[in-house]
């Protein structure tokens, strides 16, 4: 399966701590997106890299790639009480247009 | 800002009821898609649509059927709804499906068959 695998499946941390959640994937892929979902909500995009990327920027977010390890991370910095969510990683590869599979997520908690 | 408005948020149905799940966004989008979202399992893709009157099944198409007739519009149809529908649906859109695009998501309907 394509499918991405993420680690932890639930993380719970302190407010002003940093957050990392990685993901793991099996086959190449064109670009790995990480999407956020407030509960019982809809996801929300964050943030795309590309496969010859290593890493990006957005704010208080990070992501590295390593496509050498088929995995990315997602590193959260000072992490504040609305990050409370879950987030999914979701991989990208072209089969006829472009499709995305999504991992089963990561539960994050921060704790006032 | 690209708009997905799905027409119900909470929806409760009877076993054997034909239910219809609406999506519709204001982007102009062509691509459209319906996936379903369990504990432990993730987003799992029912169907998706590349234009108008365009449909392909996705990883998980058994009991539902979808109707796009026209571009902003992509409904998601459960011919007889069971207990194992229940569950929570999620459309999204996209412009194109070229690379390096992203999905926009709406907010969710929460089904749940008795």
């Known amino acids: 399966s394509q499918q991405g695998e993420e680690d932890p499946q639930a993380l719970s941390i302190q407010e002003g701590e940093n957050a990392t959640m990685n993901c793991s994937y099996k086959?190449?892929?064109?670009?790995l997106q990480w999407y956020r979902q407030n509960s019982g909500r809809g996801l929300v995009h964050l943030i795309l890299?590309?496969?010859?990327?290593r890493e990006k920027h957005s704010g208080r977010l990070r992501v590295t790639l390593d496509t050498s390890k088929k995995s990315s991370s997602l590193l959260i910095t000072a992490s504040r009480a609305a990050d409370t969510a879950s987030y999914f990683c979701?991989?990208?590869?072209?089969?006829?247009?472009?499709?995305?599979?999504f991992g089963q997520g990561t539960r994050l908690t921060i704790n006032p | 800002d690209v708009k997905v408005t799905q027409s119900s948020r909470y929806l409760v149905k009877r076993t054997g009821e034909k239910v219809f799940l609406e999506c519709v966004q204001d982007?102009?989008?062509?691509?459209m898609f319906w996936y379903r979202q369990d504990p432990g399992l993730g987003l799992r893709l029912i169907y998706f649509?590349?234009?108008?009157?365009?449909?392909e099944k996705g990883d998980i198409p058994e009991g539902y059927s979808v109707s796009r007739e026209k571009k902003e519009r992509f409904s998601l149809i459960l011919e007889s709804a069971s207990t194992n529908q229940t569950s929570m649906y999620l459309c999204?859109?996209?412009?194109?499906?070229?690379?390096?695009?992203?999905?926009?998501f709406g907010s969710g309907t929460q089904l749940s068959v008795l």
């Open positions: 979701a991989t990208a590869f072209f089969q006829g247009a472009q499709k995305l599979v």
């Open positions: 890299i590309r496969s010859n990327e």
């Open positions: 982007m102009d989008h062509e691509n």
């Open positions: 999204a859109s996209r412009p194109t499906g070229g690379f390096n695009e992203k999905l926009f």
């Open positions: 649509s590349y234009d108008v009157k365009m449909k």
């Open positions: 086959t190449s892929i064109n670009n």
